[in-house]
Nanobody, 125 residues
C-alpha cells in the first residue's frame, strides 16, 4: 500500500509564496519519478513539474523560474516551492509517483500509478 498526502496549500496574494509537501508512506521505493500536477474545474489535469531518480527536472513553461521541485529522501517527502505566485496558479495541486526511474513528458498524466488527494492553492490578485 502506498499513500501520498499533500499539505501546504492555502491562500496567497499575487507575488507571494507557498510550499507544498507530499509525504510518501508505505512502499517508498515509488519515490523514483515523482511530480506535481494541477487542475482547475472543467479543465484537464496538467503536469507542472517532474523529478526523476537521477535528479533531472521538467517544468511547464508557465512556472519556469518561479516553481522549484525537490525531495528529501530521508523524510520520504516531495516539495514544491512556489514563488511569485499569479492568480492563474490557482488550482488543486496533486502529487504523483511511479516506480519507474524515468519520467514521462509533462503532457502525459496517465503514466503515474500513485496519487495524492490534492491540496487547494488559491492566489488572489
Amino acid at each position: 500500500q502506498v499513500h501520498l498526502v499533500e499539505s501546504g496549500g492555502g491562500t496567497a496574494q499575487a507575488g507571494g509564496s507557498l510550499r507544498l509537501s507530499c509525504k510518501v508512506s508505505g512502499y517508498v521505493n515509488v519515490m523514483n519519478c515523482m511530480g506535481w500536477f494541477r487542475q482547475v474545474p472543467g479543465k484537464e489535469r496538467e503536469g507542472v513539474t517532474f523529478l526523476d531518480r537521477a535528479g533531472t527536472t521538467q517544468y511547464a513553461d508557465s512556472v519556469k523560474g518561479r516553481f522549484t521541485i525537490s525531495k528529501d529522501i530521508a523524510k520520504n517527502t516531495l516539495y514544491l516551492q512556489m514563488n511569485s505566485l499569479k492568480p492563474e496558479d490557482t488550482a488543486m495541486y496533486y502529487c504523483a509517483a511511479r516506480t519507474r526511474w524515468d519520467c514521462p513528458p509533462l503532457s502525459d498524466n496517465t503514466a503515474f500509478a500513485f496519487w495524492g488527494q490534492g491540496t487547494q492553492v488559491t492566489v488572489s490578485s
